[in-house]
């Protein structure tokens, strides 16, 4: 793929293409949710409440979030399970069908989780791991808050393929899934939590949590079809062979991704280990530490440069995998990314770096 582009243009106004994907997609969600609650016998006045309090619960989080960390995020499981459960405890209190409303604001919000992974991929959030081949970020994603140690380098388009296969969810969930109530808000939920497991083992970006080899995500995903199993398996919801077929295979894919070693020098799980031991740069003797992987790293600090050496036990590191980790150092630490590394003897790379360190 070509570089990303940063905005899009309408008339001659520039606009951020994450907003107008946004835009887009409650757009979306609202003609699928009023199209769906018509055949699903939902009167427009409960569902034209229940498409308001769906987007007060998902501003809400959103705002909360932001007053909590002091910056945007969007997580979507997070607001996939608070919309939900808010649109549920609305219709119980309104008197409208809980599962026919839970149907239509599923799938709306497939609908709009579609579009909005297409403002993912032009915006750079959310983005895939370091391949051959994939969309490319540049010095204007960096400023939005794209990884500068992946400035130019191409990264799995995650976004759109995510993009692509929720759309064909949402599809389906309208033509072939059954009107049977609670069907369709069976199908999405669980149909996407297989999705989004897959697809965690291509995404790259360093901010996402792991706990004993899994992602945030996917164990979310494991939590979030075992609800509904155990719904079904209640008689709440249909489906119940389709639903366990789907948390049997989320437990054997769990299982092989939690031995499945980590490889890769920039996979997230490593660069957040390399994040928590990098030490501080300060006179006297280097400070040295070594990740998982053998990489090991020393720190120091002499008339003002700070100096990085970079090394590995085992097979010793490539030019390229050194410049890889310089630039993630730098990022780390503060600074520019830089590809100005010096070779050393014995295999060890050397990083220097005038200017102060900004965590």
């Avoid at 489906?239 to 295979?249: F, K």
């Avoid at 036990?313 to 590394?341: H, M, N």
């Amino acid at each position: 793929m070509d570089k990303v582009p940063v905005g899009m243009r309408v008339g001659r106004r520039e606009v951020s293409a994450f907003r107008a994907c946004g835009l887009a997609g409650l757009a979306a969600a609202i003609a699928v949710a009023l199209t769906l609650s018509a055949a699903r016998h939902v009167s427009l006045t409960a569902e034209l409440g229940l498409i308001a309090t769906a987007i007060v619960a998902f501003l809400g989080l959103a705002l909360a979030t932001r007053a909590i960390t002091g910056r945007e995020v969007l997580v979507y499981y997070h607001h996939e399970i608070l919309v939900l459960s808010a649109v549920a405890g609305v219709a119980a209190l309104t008197g409208t069908p809980v599962l026919a409303a839970l149907d239509v604001t599923a799938v709306g919000l497939g609908a709009f989780l579609a579009f909005g992974r297409v403002g993912c991929l032009l915006a750079g959030c959310c983005h895939g791991r370091p391949a051959r081949h994939g969309a490319v970020y540049g010095a204007h994603h960096v400023a939005m808050g794209f990884p500068a140690y992946l400035e130019g380098t191409p990264v799995v388009p995650v976004q759109a393929i995510e993009a692509t296969c929720v759309a064909a969810l949402v599809v389906a969930c309208i033509v072939l899934v059954p009107a049977t109530p609670g069907a369709a808000f069976g199908v999405y939920v669980t149909g996407y939590a297989v999705i989004r497991f897959a697809l965690e083992l291509w995404r790259g970006d360093p901010a996402r949590r792991y706990w004993n080899g899994l992602s945030e995500a996917q164990w979310t995903s494991l939590a979030v079809v075992s609800a509904v199993s155990v719904l079904a398996a209640a008689g709440v919801l249909p489906g119940l062979p389709l639903h366990v077929a789907a948390l049997a295979v989320l437990i054997a894919a769990a299982l092989a991704v939690r031995r499945r070693p980590v490889r890769s020098l920039l996979d997230p799980r490593h660069v957040r280990e390399l994040a928590a031991l990098l030490p501080p740069p300060r006179p006297g003797r280097p400070v040295v530490v070594a990740t998982s992987l053998g990489v090991r790293l020393s720190a120091g600090k002499m008339d003002g440069i700070r100096h990085y050496t970079l090394t590995r036990s085992g097979p010793p590191l490539r030019t390229e995998q050194a410049v890889e980790l310089a630039r993630l150092v730098v990022w780390l630490g503060g600074g520019d990314p830089t590809d100005e590394v010096l070779a050393g003897a014995a295999g060890a790379y050397h990083l220097l770096l005038s200017e102060p360190a900004r965590r």
